[in-house]
């Protein structure tokens, strides 16, 4: 197992940062993030992580071009062939939302630069044929959230969940995931509904949902839209435990939920649990680094998956980095195709948020030991056992 420990403490005791620096850096890293917008609150923390990161890449001089799409895939798309076009980036790291990182497709596979997302749908790396071999995904993919939700769900007696979700490509992946995963240990859908982003009101869909009955309800959104689905559902007395996905896993989503949000039950991945991981965690040294560093300069409680997965980035990219430089220089498509390769070469390398192990198949690389089952209490995320 590869230690990240030299790279947190470099990383991170970093005080002096550019998000960009010197005009004629070796290495050129082009980053969209939606720092504006419905998913700024995860756009801001993945930018906040990313200033964190050492001014070199596995001994080059690195340049990090950082641009925000508002949230906005047609925006997050220009943005994408601005640093490729203009700017001659030497990877993508972003965008932020499953359906910027799906359009983004076209653009890097024609330009042959690969794409370290950082979403949590896995539409963009799977199945890994045509564009898709130039995308990478940071974090856990929905699949093995579903996993250890529908799990855990099974172990604590509920049969029946209805679903509401974004009406999107995020909310897609996850009821299709869903389905799968509850099928297997028998859990029955029993009501369907998707919301907006933007929506003011899920008045409607909650009503309907709770006609049906359920055990329990998922809500599939992320950031804090997906608060407005479960504090309508609590506003109009439904009692049953509340499901979300790891999309939520941010401060302002319990500031903003308020007592509504208390006793959430959701998938989450090491970072935003970190604290309160079992000592024996393999992720546990490498995310208590960071969540302590971040906080050190962020503020107490403000660390997310968000910005674990930004994190995760830089070791991602030294790693492959390292191998890639042996054989061709930044700024030439003949690097972008060698880091490509390299990227699917990660093996046991500890990050933040898990234990990498790439391959041509495996564009995340996750194992379970990136998916951990966490629950909000006394207005703080910790893990809880299954």
């Known amino acids: 197992m590869v230690s990240t420990a030299a790279f947190l403490r470099r990383a ?15 290495l050129k890293v082009g980053i969209d993030l939606s720092s504006t917008g419905p998913a700024a609150v995860i756009g801001i923390t993945s930018k906040n992580a990313i200033q964190m990161w050492p001014a070199t890449i596995a001994g080059q001089k690195a340049q990090y071009i950082v641009l925000d799409d508002g949230t906005d895939p047609g925006k997050a798309v220009a943005n994408i062939r601005k640093l490729i076009d203009e700017d001659h980036v030497d990877v993508i790291v972003g965008p932020n939302i499953t359906p910027a990182a799906l359009a983004a497709l076209d653009p890097v596979a024609a330009s042959q630069t690969p794409m ?60 299709n995931e869903f389905k799968r995963f509850a099928e297997l240990r028998h859990i029955r859908l029993v009501a369907t509904e998707r919301f907006n982003r933007n929506d ?21 959104g992320a950031g804090t839209p997906a608060a407005l689905p479960q504090r309508t559902l609590v506003e109009r007395g439904f009692k049953g435990p509340i499901y979300q996905t790891h999309g939520i896993a941010t401060p302002e989503f319990i500031r903003l939920g308020g007592k509504e949000v208390e006793g959430t039950l959701f998938p989450t991945q090491p970072v935003v649990v970190a604290r309160t991981l079992p000592a024996d965690h393999p992720a546990k040294k490498a995310a208590l680094a960071f969540v302590t ?23 991602r990219l030294e790693d492959a980095v390292a191998r890639a430089l042996k054989k061709a220089q930044p700024g030439t498509v003949q690097f972008r195709v060698a880091l490509r390769e390299e990227l699917e070469h990660a093996h046991e390398l500890v990050v933040p948020n898990g234990v990498v192990n790439t391959s041509a198949k495996d564009h995340v690389g996750l194992d379970q030991r990136a998916s951990v089952m966490g629950a909000i209490r006394g207005g703080k995320f910790v893990f809880i056992s299954e």
């Not at 539409?123 to 250890?148: C, H, I, L, N, Y």
């Not at 003011?200 to 599939?220: E, F, M, W, Y």
């Not at 403000?302 to 997965?309: E, I, K």
């Open 12 to 26: 991170f005791a970093c005080a002096a940062f550019a998000l960009v620096s010197a005009a004629h850096a070796d």
């Open 116 to 175: 370290i997302t950082l979403i949590g749908s896995a539409s963009v790396v799977e199945p890994q044929e045509g564009k898709r071999v130039w995308a990478f995904k940071m974090a856990q993919t929905d699949g093995a959230m579903a996993d250890v939700m529908t799990r855990y769900m099974a172990n604590h007696g509920v049969k029946t969940v209805a679903f509401i979700g974004f009406a999107d490509s995020y909310g897609d992946s996850w009821l």
């Open 200 to 220: 003011a009101s899920v008045t409607g869909q909650v009503l309907k949902l709770i006609a049906a009955k359920p055990d329990a309800v998922l809500v599939a």
């Open 293 to 315: 560093a971040y906080e050190d300069k962020y503020g107490p409680g403000s660390v997310t998956q968000f910005a674990g997965d930004a994190a995760g980035v830089y070791p």
